[in-house]
T-cell receptor
Framework: GESVGLHLPTLSVQEGDNSIINCAYS??????FIWYKQESGKGPQFIID?????DKRQGQRVTVLLNKTVKHLSLQIAATQPGDSAVYFC??????????????FGKGTLLTVNP | NAGVTQTPKFQVLKTGQSMTLQCAQD?????MSWYRQDPGMGLRLIHY???????DQGEVPNGYNVSRSTTEDFPLRLLSAAPSQTSVYFC??????????FGPGTRLLVL
């Protein structure tokens, strides 16, 4: 079946460094991708999204890159701060039309920022 | 806007008991979903709804029922709780093909 997965389950970086979190997806028909941040004891929080007709999108300190050729998604966080420490999930949406809507999540990457 | 709200925050049940997890959103979102989150498993979709009166099964629907009588509310019912249903449950809502907004979660322990 189709799935979304992550290359690295944990990532530890120094404060001020840039972080890159990777995600592989297997459904070539997926047309929408989202990154979520989940802090301990809280629900996932939307960070940034990208549609399949784009290959890069930038937000505040975050950039998402989409490589459809190799079905790879990445989240780049610039100047990582201690407050960025959390679990990061990628998710893909394969909308087969009509009422079919299902968001599939990866298992998550734990980002730890060392002061 | 309150966003997505969930009640209760915590619940302990005995095996065989039934209960309803409440979820409400005030953003007029058409889509609502229920997920469960288990350690090392990420988020798994239980049931979802694309509008009032319409529900569909997700990845792990067994043991759960849902209904969507209004746009705002999407309760999740556990018919006969089992220890395997111990988990953290998240409700989410969104516009069609948009990012989902998650509630704070309900932590359920089934003894």
């Amino acid at each position: 079946g189709e799935s979304v997965g992550l290359h690295l389950p944990t990532l530890s970086v120094q404060e001020g460094d840039n972080s890159i979190i990777n995600c592989a997806y297997s459904n070539s028909a997926s047309d929408y991708f989202i990154w979520y941040k989940q802090e301990s004891g809280k629900g996932p929080q939307f960070i940034i999204d990208i549609r399949s007709n784009m290959d890069k999108r930038q937000g505040q300190r975050v950039t998402v890159l989409l490589n459809k050729t190799v079905k790879h998604l990445s989240l780049q966080i610039a100047a990582t701060q201690p407050g960025d420490s959390a679990v990061y999930f990628c998710a893909e949406n394969f909308n087969s039309g009509g009422s079919n809507y299902k968001l599939t999540f990866g298992k998550g990457t734990l980002l730890t920022v060392n002061p | 806007n309150a966003g997505v709200t969930q009640t209760p925050k915590f619940q302990v049940l005995k095996t065989g008991q039934s209960m309803t997890l409440q979820c409400a959103q005030d953003m007029n979102h058409e889509y609502m979903s229920w997920y469960r989150q288990d350690p090392g498993m990420g988020l798994r979709l239980i049931h979802y709804s694309v509008g009032a009166g319409i529900t569909d099964q997700g990845e792990v629907p067994n043991g759960y029922n849902v209904s969507r009588s209004t746009t705002e509310d999407f309760p999740l019912r556990l018919l006969s709780a089992a220890p395997s249903q111990t988990s953290v449950y998240f409700c989410a809502s969104s516009y069609p093909s948009g990012s989902e907004y998650f509630g704070p979660g309900t932590r359920l322990l089934v003894l």
